[in-house]
């Protein structure tokens, strides 16, 4: 048999003793690893890793798995905003469990819950309806653009969410760079303004978007475009794309959040220029 340990982790890092009773594994093992600090008792019958997340134990916990933005964080996937508190998942008829410090938000949706991280796929779904539009785009670009979601996954999911919402998934690309960048795409798409994305010009390099041939638009990403030589090599891309005939617009992270109207004024007017 495996230590009790490896195959906890082998198992997503939290598991149900009984899920190891086919490896070999016994409630003595069990007991053992957990006296010698190896595993974590959540709570009777549930066994935890040492470095499994707090929000994956607090499911647990719980009586369900994480899902929404904690676990598709856990998968690597952008998310717009984290959840406060960690978003269970609970299947179709679980128990749930008191538990100290409980401020879980309870999903009750349907398919196989395993304790741990949810699926991506089902995380995904999740977040659309707890979240929106919005953060489900975003994180479903992430996804793809990381190969995390083939196409019959993608099919799946589109398959789960309500009918209204499925053109999300139509819409999607693989070659998102950067969850803000999937945001302003759905938000222009939805003023009516489609963008070619991921644009090579001769002489300016790739840019993120371009409208009517003639406007660039740079989303610029929370942590990436710091620093003095950063801003000496957007300078001159600008300068290199204006000699082109461009004229470009760059947005934050702030502007894009926090200032929408003043991003879609802005592009609106320039299109109206590049029109003129
Ligand atoms: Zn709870
Ligand atoms: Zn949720």
Not at 142 to 168: D, N
Not at 184 to 201: A, F, K, M
Not at 237 to 247: H, Q
Not at 254 to 271: G, Y
Request: with cysteine.
């Amino acid at each position: 048999m495996a230590a009790p340990l490896a195959l906890v982790q082998h198992h997503g890092g939290v598991v149900r003793g009984s899920q190891l009773a086919p490896f070999g594994c016994t409630r003595k093992d069990l007991s053992v690893a957990v006296r010698r600090g190896e595993l974590i008792r959540l709570r009777p019958g549930v066994f935890a890793a040492p470095r499994c997340p707090d929000a994956v134990q607090a499911a647990a916990l719980h009586g369900g798995a994480l899902t929404c933005a904690g676990a598709l964080r856990l998968h690597g996937v952008w998310v717009l905003h984290d959840d406060e508190v960690p978003h269970v998942w609970l299947g179709e008829a679980s128990r749930t469990h008191a538990h100290h410090g409980c401020r879980c938000t309870e999903h009750y949706r349907a398919g196989t819950m395993k304790l741990g991280s949810a699926p991506l796929e089902h995380a995904l779904v999740h977040a659309y309806a707890c979240h929106g539009d919005e953060f489900f785009f975003a994180a479903f670009e992430s996804a793809w653009s990381k190969r995390l979601i083939g196409s019959a996954a993608r099919q799946r999911i589109r398959g789960f969410l309500p009918a209204g919402a499925r053109w999300l998934v139509d819409f999607a690309r693989s070659d998102a760079d950067s969850g803000l960048e999937s945001i302003v795409r759905l938000r222009l798409h939805i003023l009516g303004i489609s963008v070619e994305t991921q644009v090579t010009i001769a002489g300016v390099g790739r840019v993120d978007f371009v409208v009517e041939k003639r406007l660039i638009l740079e989303i610029d990403g929370r942590a990436n475009h710091a620093g003095a030589e950063r801003r000496h090599h957007d300078l001159a891309r600008d300068a290199a794309a204006s000699r082109l005939g461009f004229e470009t617009l760059r947005f934050d992270y702030a502007l894009i959040i926090h200032q929408w109207d003043t991003v879609a004024a802005a592009v609106l007017t320039a299109i109206g220029r590049a029109r003129a």
